[in-house]
């Protein structure tokens, strides 16, 4: 497998008031294309704050990230915002769906931001509602769906672009542990039927053990531990 991103001695700081917060404190490593790749740690660890250095939504303090070759550091804010278009797909804890639209428009939204045309976004649209078991919901918005609709909706909008790498922020945080599973086993069958790159932030070290093919857990800003298969490294 090809190199997707390697990360080298990445930091972030903050300052707040007379101290420096050190957020991401060198942390250095690669993943594959199709790779699934949990981040685990406890809040403070610095995992979000990886997954957002890697979405573009950040800047780092020092280090480099590259995708596919190119260093997100020494983007400019346009390249960023097409990174985050063509690049990645991300997926909040909380959907973070536009209330009064609905499902499919919900997912055409980031493709007519990217210049696809109307009837292209409308046929991905119910392709990709349909591909996560939302064929007959298309319609709806919102409120009318249960949580777990919600972020199937949400795995449909980060598809939309077709992008290699997916970005999952405590995906199944605000969920019950039935649509836990029916989430996970979403993410999973992207990950091995189409090849898509995975990288989820979770505090749940079980989840990630039953569903990640590498988990790298952080404290402090650092790598402490990878795992592979089942083995700690």
């Not at 594959?32 to 939504?57: H, M, Q, R, Y």
């Not at 990174?83 to 797909?89: A, E, I, K, L």
């Not at 909008?157 to 970005?167: C, E």
Request: hydrophobic share 40%.
């Amino acid at each position: 497998m090809a190199t997707l991103l390697d990360i080298q001695d990445l930091q972030k700081h903050y300052r707040m008031g007379e101290s420096t917060v050190r957020a991401l404190d060198g942390v250095s490593l690669a993943i594959e294309d199709g790779e699934f790749v949990a981040l685990v740690g406890t809040s403070g660890s610095g995992k979000s704050t990886l997954l957002n250095l890697i979405a573009g939504l950040d800047r780092p303090t020092g280090g480099s990230l590259r995708i596919s070759g190119q260093d997100l550091a020494a983007m400019s804010s346009a390249e960023l915002s097409l990174h985050r278009s063509r690049n990645v797909g991300m997926i909040f804890q909380s959907f973070n769906l536009i209330s009064t639209m609905t499902a499919a428009d919900n997912v055409t939204l980031s493709m007519m931001f990217a210049g696809v045309a109307r009837a292209e976004r409308d046929r991905r649209a119910s392709e990709l509602l349909q591909l996560v078991g939302l064929g007959d919901r298309q319609q709806h918005r919102p409120k009318e769906l249960s949580g777990g609709e919600q972020q199937r909706v949400a795995i449909a909008r980060a598809l939309a672009n077709s992008p290699r790498l997916l970005l999952a922020d405590e995906p199944t945080g605000n969920l019950d542990s039935k649509t836990s599973r029916e989430i996970m086993a979403v993410l999973t069958e992207l990950n091995e039927k189409q090849g898509k790159a995975v990288i989820m932030v979770t505090h749940d070290a079980a989840l990630a053990a039953r569903h990640a093919g590498r988990t790298i857990t952080l404290s402090d800003g650092r790598i402490v531990s990878e795992s592979a298969a089942g083995v700690s490294a």
